[in-house]
């Protein structure tokens, strides 16, 4: 009878292991025919493993040298390069929609926010509630806000951070920049700064919450039913509490500033949330809209400001052709101080800049994958239903076809270049796909990110003189679809 058992346990045990080998090994030949990385199709640990190592987009790069435009880096995912490809897939009217990986931004399930919506007509719905919001049109104070907080920042540098040949004072300028985009979307979202620059520090713990969660979010997001996990006491209860913390404040005012806009009592502003109200958006939504905001728009813009301050002064021939448009301008009286948005759009170098900036180091590299329901073509691949497309935004926004031999580099002059005359309206277009655009799923805060840039680089280097501290090793930056980064310190000194 023991025995009877026995062979029974192991002959199911032998049923299991086969039917699970038999379908991994389906699932493995089912993408066979794109190339990549020898352990990818088996599991999700080669890309677990790449993930967590912080250097996701940058590896991508690599593979995508190695393998061409078209590689598979799991059992049902490839990833893209070719900038043609990825707008295609792309498409605002095309047959893809989001996968599951989107489920990292249900910050509070089962309710969906407008970058968790996968289903294209909620989505839509949703989207059309929050448009008047970002695009401004609602809200009166856009452009002030921005210049208050920069001139908050440039306060907080003569203060504290100025450096002469005497006297070396460093900055974190990773820090700092955060800072900066903190307050500033904090005040566009809720009507309340964080105060990060007044204090100099992080207020709310929003950064450290950032940089301690982020990283395993985003390895959950590829693993979507481990989400469900978390929305337990207990697993949240293990999470760690001095990382979370953040998180949780800042869940807390995005509820309690809501609240104040809905019930017997309510408050109208001209404010995002203002306008996200008056379009009928009702309080969970937007209390989690105002919640996504934050971690959407401070990151992002903070790393476009980081990168491209980087850039430019590690190569001086731009850094000094910007710094002559800027004096020609004041000089000229073409532009008021503060710079407003319409004078900036009208300094050719400096729009090259910040274009440049974005596509050298796109703010989001993560995956983004789509799906289809049904079988397609991509980069001449026969790509099943189902499978995820993701996109490698390095080398998509490094493509040679579209910006030329050197598009390694930092040239805010082939913006410029007569040469490039023909190629410029495709350049234009591949450089927003940074902001996911043409898709449905095009960056809402665009318009705030661009203001923020048109005028934070004019007006700091109006004034400063930046430089690094240690040109060998410059900052800390970590992959995590957004990029972490800090110990970016630099020597600031007054412009002549
Ligand atoms: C340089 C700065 C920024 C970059 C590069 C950027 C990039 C992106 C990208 C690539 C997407 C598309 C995601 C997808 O395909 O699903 C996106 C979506 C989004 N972004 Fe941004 N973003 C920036 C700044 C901001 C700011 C400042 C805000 C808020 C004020 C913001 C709010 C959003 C929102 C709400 C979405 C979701 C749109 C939707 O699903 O319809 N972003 N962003």
Redo the contacts with the bound molecule.
């Keep these: 009878m023991g025995v009877s058992v026995l062979t029974l346990i192991l002959s199911a045990a032998c049923v299991a292991i086969t039917y699970h080998l038999a379908s991994r090994l389906t699932a493995v030949r089912r993408l066979s025919h794109v190339p990549g990385p020898a352990w990818a199709p088996w599991s999700l640990l080669w890309l677990t493993r790449r993930q967590l190592g912080g250097r996701l987009a940058r590896d991508l790069a690599q593979l995508s040298q190695q393998y061409g435009p078209i590689f598979r880096i799991g059992p049902n995912s490839v990833v893209i390069s070719d900038p043609f490809e990825v707008r295609r897939v792309?498409q605002a009217r095309g047959p893809w929609s989001?996968s599951r990986w989107?489920e990292m931004f249900r910050f509070d399930q089962p309710v969906e926010t407008?970058?968790s919506?996968r289903d294209s007509t909620a989505?839509g719905a949703?989207?059309s509630k929050?448009l008047p919001g970002?695009s401004g049109k609602d809200v009166d104070n856009l452009h002030s806000v921005v210049d208050m907080c920069i001139a908050q920042f440039i306060s907080l540098v003569e203060r504290k951070y100025l450096s002469t040949d005497e006297m070396l004072r460093p900055m974190d300028l990773a820090e700092k920049a955060q800072f900066l985009?903190l307050d500033i979307?904090s005040t566009?979202?809720v009507g309340s700064c964080f105060g990060c620059i007044s204090e100099d520090k992080d207020t709310y713990g929003q950064l450290a919450s950032v940089t301690g969660s982020v990283p395993l979010v985003v390895v959950m997001a590829n693993i979507p039913d481990s989400f469900m996990l978390l929305q337990n006491s207990i697993s949240r209860a293990l999470l760690p509490k001095e990382k979370m913390e953040g998180v949780r404040r800042m869940m807390g005012i995005a509820q309690k500033n809501a609240a104040t806009r809905y019930g017997p009592d309510k408050t109208h502003e001209r404010d995002?949330l203002g306008s996200f109200v008056n379009h009928g958006l009702p309080y969970t939504n937007a209390w989690l809209?105002t919640f996504?905001?934050i971690g959407?728009?401070?990151d992002?813009?903070a790393?476009?400001i980081r990168m491209t301050i980087l850039f430019l002064i590690t190569n001086p021939h731009s850094y000094s052709k910007l710094l002559s448009e800027i004096d020609t301008a004041v000089e000229d009286g073409r532009v008021s101080s503060p710079i407003t948005d319409d004078q900036a759009k009208k300094l050719p170098y400096l729009q090259a800049v910040i274009k440049e900036g974005?596509r050298m180091w796109?703010?989001?590299a993560g995956l983004?994958p789509k799906i289809c329901g049904s079988d397609q073509v991509v980069c001449g691949k026969n790509i099943p239903a189902g499978t995820e497309v993701s996109w490698a935004a390095i080398p998509t926004l490094r493509n040679k076809e579209v910006f030329g031999h050197d598009a390694e580099c930092f040239r805010p002059g082939r913006w410029l270049d007569e040469t490039a005359k023909e190629r410029l309206p495709v350049m234009e277009q591949v450089v927003m796909?940074?902001?996911?655009a043409p898709?449905?799923?095009?960056?809402?805060?665009?318009t705030?990110?661009?203001v923020?840039?048109n005028k934070v680089f004019f007006e700091v280097l109006r004034r400063f003189d930046i430089s690094l501290v240690d040109p060998i090793a410059p900052l800390k930056t970590y992959d995590a679809s957004l990029s972490i980064q800090s110990d970016l310190w630099v020597r600031i000194q007054r412009r002549a």
């Design positions: 792309w989001r989107y407008v970058l919506q989505h949703l989207r929050l970002y985009t979307i566009l979202a995002m809209e996504g905001q959407a728009g401070s992002t813009t790393t476009a974005l796109p703010p989001v983004m796909l940074c902001f996911g898709s449905r799923w095009e960056c809402l805060g665009k705030i990110a661009l923020e840039l």
